[in-house]
C-alpha cells in the first residue's frame, strides 16, 4: 500500500465506527471503553504541545481535563478518510469549573473549533490521536468571560496572568519539535 492507496471500504466503516465510539465514550467519560480503542494509549495535542504516552499518561489527561471542564462534550462537524486516518472535525464545548494547567477556573464556557487525525498502523491498530486546535480562541472565552471591571474578580485575572505566563514558558514536548521530512519519492 502507498500514500495514494485509500482502504476499502470495509476498513474505512471498521475505522469511522471505532472513532465514532472513541467519541461516544469520551463524552460518557468511560475510560476503559475510550481507551480499548488503542492497543496503547497516545494522544498528541499539537496546541499545548504536549504527548499523553501510555495508559497512565492518557488517565491522567482525562482527568485533568475533565477537572477543568467537567461538563466536555463534542459536536462533530465532518468526519474524512485518508490512506492511514480518520479525520475528525469537531466543535468541543464545556465550562472551566478547575484548574486548566496552571490557569485557574473562570466559570466560563467555551466552544472551540478542533480537528483530530485518529492515525492507524499497517495492521490497522489507532496509534494516535493527534489534536490541533486554537488556543487563543479558547483563551479568549475562558478570559473573556469574566467581568473586568468588576474589583471583585481582579485577584483571578491576576492569577490567569500568572498562570499563562507560567504555561507560556513550558517546553514543548521533543517528539513534536523533532520531525523529519517525509521521503515523498521525489527525488
Not at 471498521?14 to 496503547?40: G, I, N
Not at 472535525?89 to 467555551?110: C, M, N, Q, V, Y
Request: charged share 25%.
Amino acid at each position: 500500500m502507498t500514500a495514494f492507496d485509500i482502504p476499502d471500504r470495509a476498513v474505512l466503516e471498521a475505522r469511522q465506527k471505532l472513532v465514532l465510539d472513541h467519541f461516544r465514550d469520551e463524552v460518557a467519560q468511560d475510560w476503559d471503553a475510550t481507551l480499548s480503542t488503542f492497543p496503547h494509549p497516545h494522544y498528541e495535542v499539537i496546541a499545548t504541545m504536549t504527548v499523553h504516552d501510555g495508559d497512565g499518561a492518557v488517565r491522567g489527561y482525562y482527568h485533568d481535563t475533565r477537572t477543568a471542564f467537567p461538563d466536555q462534550h463534542h459536536e462533530l462537524i465532518a468526519l474524512r478518510h485518508s490512506a492511514d486516518a480518520v479525520v475528525a472535525e469537531f466543535w468541543l464545548l464545556g465550562t472551566h469549573l478547575g484548574p486548566f494547567g496552571k490557569i485557574p477556573a473562570t466559570g466560563s464556557r467555551f466552544r472551540v473549533r478542533m480537528s483530530a487525525y485518529f492515525i492507524f498502523d499497517a495492521d490497522e491498530n489507532l496509534v494516535c490521536e493527534r489534536i490541533y486546535f486554537d488556543t487563543l480562541s479558547m483563551l479568549k472565552q475562558l478570559v473573556g468571560g469574566v467581568d473586568k471591571e468588576n474589583p471583585k474578580n481582579w485577584p483571578l485575572l491576576a492569577k490567569l496572568v500568572r498562570g499563562l505566563l507560567a504555561m507560556s514558558g513550558e517546553r514543548p514536548d521533543p517528539r513534536l519539535v523533532n520531525t523529519a521530512e517525509p521521503d515523498l519519492g521525489q527525488g
